[in-house]
């Protein structure tokens, strides 16, 4: 799990929703924009995934493989998409690596 401090706040949030850059993987949409240190989030919709507990696992998930990168001064949004639900870790460690190269930092 990341610290406190490297997860986005609700105010970065909703920044990142209006003025985001668009990053599209496999499994994750990603928005994202500069910032002055790392900050990222994992987000999985109710539609897709009805149980908090199978949702706060996928985002846990998340989290371990991104404490394990070498990690951007952004601030990022990693959105679920349906097909990341059932897939294994390496293909999601995967996908999560090629969107963070994608991203520009200013």
């Given at each position: ?70 990690l951007k001064p952004i601030a990022g949004v ?29």
């Amino acid at each position: 799990m990341l610290s406190k401090k490297k997860r986005v706040t609700k105010e970065i949030f909703q920044l990142i929703l209006k003025k985001g850059i668009v990053v599209s993987g496999s499994f994750f949409l990603f928005k994202y924009i500069p910032f002055e240190r790392p900050s990222y989030s994992f987000v999985v919709s109710k539609k897709m995934v009805k149980t908090a507990i199978k949702r706060n696992f996928l985002r846990r998930r998340g989290y371990n493989i991104l404490k394990q990168n070498n990690l951007k001064p952004i601030a990022g949004v990693f959105f679920y998409k349906k097909e990341a639900i059932n897939v294994e870790n390496i293909r999601l460690k995967k996908d999560i690596e090629n969107i963070l190269e994608k991203c520009k930092v200013f």
